[in-house]
């Protein structure tokens, strides 16, 4: 790899922000978070250190975050974002423009794809690539794409999860639906709020989902003791929850994952359907870390589901390999502006 040419490879994810360079893997992953002052708009921390800002900050500063269900909701935000992103990956080689892949989600519309685009040139890009997440998902989970075979991807991240069948290096059909990881926080936190009187935050929600929380009833269930505030007395306060409960709250949520599963294989050519039997599901992103989830979508599908190494790396690691492959992987996969 000549030392003029640099490439990184962008997980531009809803919750998290993952950066891959080649030889060296995912050097960063960070939340997709921008705390921003509300007075002169000025950008007062990216990542790490902007998430540990939300639900905590004084009146003056919002901690945003850019992307909303898995598209660029605001632009200038994320051109910020993906430039602290490059620059940080880059670490001393700030005066040499990286080639980079940005993975964005299946359903997205081409002005949104030239807005990816154009943010990472403004980010100091030398050039830049849009590729569809789940073909990502499915090259960083270890699936042979350009086979004449039928496999299914089901990655579900933060704001999206996407669905897709994929049959020589292309998607057959596929669907996103804006339904994952964060609306799965917000029925938590819903549900706490109805039963216990209880409000909490994001980060309470998203640990008890990470801690406790299970797709299926589990015999042996797990407790957790959360901390909140009261609504009635305006007061903190700690109570102990267990996992059925929380079964049963993020219920809804999963239905509409599986619905999106059954939709996407309702519109699957027979032959790769059968092919699909043979292979099963592969399940990316990081909520499909979700106790239980795959055998959930066994039990509604009735087709194998397998959880991929390291979900949440899959898509990171697949822009790592299209990047190392791009000569190959250009005419299939990119589209360019």
């Known amino acids: 790899m000549g030392f003029l040419s640099k490439k990184l490879g962008i997980d531009l994810g809803t919750a998290n922000t993952l950066v891959f360079v080649p030889g060296k893997g995912v050097v960063l992953n960070e939340p997709s978070v921008v705390a921003v002052s509300l007075e002169d708009k000025r950008i007062l921390a990216v990542g790490t250190e902007a998430k540990t800002m939300i639900g905590r900050t004084p009146e003056a500063i ?12 605001d632009y200038k935000v994320t051109e910020v974002m993906l430039s602290y992103y490059i620059k940080k990956a880059l670490g001393g080689w700030q005066f040499i423009k990286p080639e980079v892949l940005i993975s964005v989600p299946a ?9 990816v685009i154009e943010a990472a040139i403004k980010a100091g890009a030398k050039n830049a690539y849009v590729v569809k997440e789940p073909i990502l998902a499915a090259i960083g989970a270890g699936i042979p794409i350009y086979e004449a075979k039928g496999h299914m991807v089901a990655d579900i991240g933060g704001g999206t999860t996407d669905v897709a069948v994929i049959s020589l290096g292309g998607i057959v059909s596929s669907i996103s ?7 799965i926080d917000e029925s938590i936190a ?31 269930e797990l407790s957790m003791v959360i901390k909140g505030r ?5 007061l903190p306060r700690s109570v102990e929850i267990k996992t059925n409960e929380i079964v049963k709250a993020i219920s809804r949520e999963l239905r509409e994952i599986i619905k999106a599963i059954k939709d996407v294989l309702q519109e ?40 991929a190494e390291n979900p949440l790396y899959c898509v990171a690691k697949g822009t790592g390999i299209a990047l190392e ?5 250009k005419r299939m996969i990119i589209s360019k502006r």
Not at 107 to 115: C, H, P, Q, Y
Not at 325 to 329: P, R, S
């Open 62 to 73: 919002m901690a945003y975050r850019p992307m909303k269900d898995g598209v660029i909701a």
């Open 107 to 115: 359903g997205v519309t081409s002005t949104e794809r030239r807005a």
């Open 177 to 183: 639906v804006k339904c994952a990881g964060n609306r």
């Open 190 to 220: 819903d549900y706490i709020k109805k039963s216990f009187n209880l409000a909490i935050g994001d980060k309470t929600a998203e640990d008890i989902k990470i801690n406790i929380a299970s797709a299926l009833p589990i015999d042996e």
């Open 230 to 234: 009261d609504l009635i007395s305006g």
């Open 268 to 307: 699957t050519p027979p032959e790769l359907a059968a092919d699909i039997i043979d292979h099963g599901i592969i399940m990316t992103g990081g909520t499909s870390a979700l106790r239980n989830l795959p055998e959930l979508v066994f039990r509604r599908v009735g087709v194998k589901a397998t959880l």
């Open 325 to 329: 492959h791009l000569g190959a992987y």
